[in-house]
């Protein structure tokens, strides 16, 4: 990742880790290295650590571990160049100005931040319009009626579009060309005539952020009885829907403190919720979720608790959703409310005739999403077979993700109940349709338990480490494959490649290509504390181990006369045998 001599290895050789990961996790110095509570798993006592002289972090509960950049990567929710960037700038490194690479890319860059611009321009016109208009005081009169009073207003941007058809387009006319106009979506041409328009009119706007807090998109909701009641921006260069989720940029802190999120359909829910109090909410902004939006929402946190509409439309949203959601490995609880009244209730209107304490004692109540479906299977006409049958269907294809498998067979039991079929059918029917996509199911590698010989940890640390042997260790190594066949072998056989380049080992580039299991292992084994090594012992641990493969020969010749004494090689064996029992003696 940061090769030598780029700009991204020279910070790294400038930044101090304990310094850059002291600014988001308070450490305490034990020994030569420092500890804290972990920022990536909750815990009470402090299992992760970080390494001074290896500049390098690991977390003993959850396994995390690498450089600054990981460190940051993880923290800040970012790809690579941008951790460059922060720790960059926390050292107060100059960051040169990343070079365009093509004419193309730099015209594209252009007119993106020139929608970005038209955006902000068209935000304060919105805001403006509802703040000093007559038609903007009938706006507020609705919102006020919704219970937004003006601070809600200026904390959420909302704003105006005038009837008129054409007040937005004549203010940005003056900067702008008509090409601009139409692409940023804020404007939209008359088929027949050929005219521009705005394309909100006479509706409270609600600016969209991406997930840096840029506004790119608006939504607006009709004032009066105009169809859609809810219309947003289309996609332009800066706006795909499936993109972004409303809030995102505000939520972002919550999230990742909370360790959940609440998704709610629209604005007005997640407006309600965040004036509650509640910050790690956001909106698909339309009904149905897109994958990458589950992906950008599983960069902060894989819980969520879905939170739709009570009409059908949510309903099959919400049920749309669960399944793109365990498909990326969520942990997900559905949220029903009940009615208000006689009402539906929305998130919006449930705070705001309920409040808050009630809203979030539900959200805590908020069964997994596998008891939503039984009720929601529930529902169906269970008295005959074929009802049966088809609330089975409707189940199955969500059981079948559940990826432990114990809990699947649980729910099954608790289906078979509830449902009243036949509990051996249901069981047939799972393992049936489980065989049928065997292939998908992912098994959980063990991650704990991985052990090593006190010799494997020893020559491990000698060749992680820079001591001035470290070469001919590994070229040793490397000739004898002394490591084949060990429990470590692939962590021997990624070190010894690293130390042959001659280059210093960086524990992350090494840990990134091993499976998880051995790059746990691997940095477990980097934090132990352990004396200074010598060449000497490095020799005797080498030793040791050619002493273990000289026993496994002997072991398996033994095994060659035993199956096959009349063999015509047996003399040849039988040297062998006296060779490796004396090789073996003279080590004792
Ligand atoms: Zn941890």
């Not at 479906?373 to 005959?384: G, H, P, S, V, W």
């Amino acid at each position: 990742m940061a090769e030598a001599g780029s700009f991204a290895d020279r910070v790294k050789q400038q930044a101090d880790i304990v310094r850059v990961v002291g600014e988001y996790v308070r450490l305490k110095k034990t020994g030569k290295d420092f500890s804290g509570l972990c920022p990536f798993h909750q815990e009470k006592t402090p299992s992760f650590t970080v390494s001074p002289i290896k500049q390098i972090f690991y977390c003993f509960g959850c396994g995390k571990g690498g450089d600054v950049y990981n460190f940051v990567m993880d923290m800040e929710k970012c790809e690579f160049p941008e951790a460059v960037k922060v720790v960059a700038e926390k050292c107060g490194i100059a960051v040169p100005r990343q070079k365009e690479r093509s004419l193309e890319e730099r015209k594209e860059n252009q007119q993106r931040s020139v929608l970005v611009e038209m955006h902000r321009e068209a935000q304060t016109f919105f805001v403006k319009q509802l703040e000093g208009t007559p038609e903007g005081k009938a706006a507020r009169a609705y919102l006020e009626d919704r219970g937004l009073d003006n601070d809600a207003i200026a904390r959420f941007g909302i704003g105006y579009a005038p009837s008129g058809g054409d007040a937005l387009l004549r203010h940005l006319k003056i900067k702008y060309n008509d090409k601009l106009l139409i692409e940023s979506g804020l404007v939209s041409r008359d088929q027949s005539a050929g005219r521009l328009f705005d394309r909100f009119r006479r509706r409270i706007t609600f600016p969209i952020s991406n997930e840096s807090g840029k506004i790119v998109a608006f939504g607006a909701r009709a004032l009066g009885d105009d169809m859609p009641k809810y219309l947003n921006s289309p996609e332009t260069p800066i706006y795909s829907k499936s993109n972004v989720l409303y809030h995102m940029d505000r939520a972002k802190e919550a999230l990742r403190r909370q360790d959940f999120a609440i998704l709610v359909e629209g604005y007005m829910d997640v407006i309600a919720a965040a004036r509650a109090g509640i910050s790690n909410v956001v909106a698909s902004c339309g009904t149905s979720l897109a994958e990458t939006q589950i992906k950008l929402l599983g960069r902060f946190t894989k819980r969520v608790i879905v939170n739709y509409d009570p009409d059908t439309a949510g309903q099959a949203a919400t049920e749309r959703s669960l399944s793109l959601l365990l498909e990326q490995d969520f942990e997900v609880r559905v949220l029903a409310l009940p009615p208000v009244g006689n009402q539906k209730a929305d998130p919006d209107l449930f705070i705001r005739e309920r409040g808050k304490d009630e809203y979030l004692k539900l959200l805590k109540e908020a069964p997994p999403y596998v008891d939503y479906l039984i009720a929601r299977a529930r529902q169906m006409d269970l008295t005959t077979g074929e009802g049966k049958q088809r609330a089975l269907n409707f189940l199955l294809p969500y059981i079948q993700k559940i990826p432990n498998g114990i809990l699947r067979s649980e729910w099954a039991t608790r289906i078979a109940q509830q449902l009243r079929i036949d509990e051996p059918l249901l069981r047939s029917a799972l393992s049936k349709a489980a065989k049928e996509r065997r292939g998908e199911i992912k098994t959980q590698p063990e991650l704990i338990g991985r052990t090593a010989k006190p010799v494997e940890r020893r020559l491990i640390r000698m060749l992680a480490e820079g001591q001035d042997f470290r070469q001919e260790l590994a070229q040793q190594l490397q000739n004898t494959q002394l490591y084949r066949g060990l429990e470590t072998e692939k962590i021997f056989a990624a070190l010894v490649i690293a130390s042959l380049t001659g280059q210093p080992v960086q524990a992350t580039e090494v840990g990134a290509v091993l499976e998880e299991r051995d790059r746990r292992l691997f940095f477990e084994i980097l934090f132990e504390d352990t004396n200074e090594p010598t060449r000497e012992e490095a020799m005797s641990c080498v030793e040791a181990l050619q002493h273990r493969q000289a026993e496994q020969e002997l072991a398996d010749v033994q095994r060659s006369i035993e199956a096959n004494p009349a063999a015509p090689e047996m003399r040849g064996l039988l040297e062998k045998k006296q060779e490796l029992m004396r090789r073996l003696a003279a080590a004792r």
